[in-house]
Nanobody
Framework: QVQLVESGGGLVQSGGSLRLSCAASGSVFSIVTMHWYRQAPGKERELVATIYWGEGSTNYADSVKGRFTISRDNTKKTVYLQMNSLKPEDTAVYYC?????????????WGQGTQVTVSS
């Protein structure tokens, strides 16, 4: 299993920036991809960004392309989500997710979430 702890959420004005962090521990060596999801009140959880742990390639939801950047620091076992030009519609609880393969079995672990609130 992989344990995940998010940090960096908070309240910011529209147009501002925040950086979320997700520190991983446990079976980090088995991680294949890491993701940031978000869930706004009354809405389904949506995938925001993905990074391949080994090669570092990334993917983004259309709604955040050009504004958000996902990155990782393998030595610190941490994934980041840099969020710029924030909009009120970015308000949500943001969750870190790690997908790994442990003894050929796929696993999926979640952090506890961190609240991001963007005021207009």
């Amino acid at each position: 299993q992989v344990q995940l702890v998010e940090s960096g959420g908070g309240l910011v004005q529209s147009g501002g920036s925040l950086r979320l962090s997700c520190a991983a521990s446990g079976s980090v060596f088995s991680i294949v991809t890491m993701h940031w999801y978000r869930q706004a009140p009354g809405k389904e959880r949506e995938l925001v960004a993905t990074i391949y742990w080994g090669e570092g390639s990334t993917n983004y939801a259309d709604s955040v392309k050009g504004r958000f950047t996902i990155s990782r620091d393998n030595t610190k076992k941490t994934v980041y989500l840099q969020m710029n030009s924030l909009k009120p519609e970015d308000t949500a609880v943001y969750y870190c997710n790690a997908r790994a393969r442990i003894l050929s079995t796929p696993t999926s672990d979640w952090g506890q979430g961190t609240q991001v609130t963007v005021s207009s």
